[in-house]
Nanobody, 121 residues
Framework: LHVVESGGGLVQPGGTLRLSCTIS????????IGWFRQAPGKEREKVAC????????YYRESVKGRFSISIDRAKDTLYLQMNSLQREDTAVYYCATQLSRYVCPPTPEYWGQGTQVTVSS
């Protein structure tokens, strides 16, 4: 699988961004896909995930109500709509996936290169 993220950038607090993750190479049937992020000096954390087969989603508590994960199966593209962005959301965001029956990939096998999101005034 080949994973490519895009859509990061600089945004003011309260602003919005939409990240995209295009996955190519095989069908995404039976895959779990997640957005992860890593801020400088911090451990990588799970942000949001989706189980492709049934669309079940997961969000970390701090982004609930602000972020929305979705997938366009026709384009094999995952999205992360991020609203009401906060400075604490600043990080490199990664898309990752693996074959899994869980909502979030427990040990992602395929990773993108990451896209920088900076929330600053």
């Amino acid at each position: 699988l080949h994973v490519v993220e895009s859509g990061g950038g600089l945004v003011q607090p309260g602003g919005t961004l939409r990240l995209s993750c295009t996955i190519s190479g095989r069908s995404l049937e039976n895959y779990a896909i997640g957005w992860f992020r890593q801020a400088p000096g911090k451990e990588r954390e799970k942000v949001a995930c989706i189980r492709v087969n049934d669309g079940t989603t997961y969000y970390r508590e701090s982004v609930k109500g602000r972020f929305s994960i979705s997938i366009d199966r026709a384009k094999d593209t995952l999205y992360l709509q991020m609203n009401s962005l906060q400075r604490e959301d600043t990080a490199v965001y990664y898309c990752a996936t693996q074959l899994s029956r869980y909502v979030c990939p427990p040990t992602p096998e395929y990773w993108g290169q990451g896209t920088q999101v900076t929330v600053s005034s």
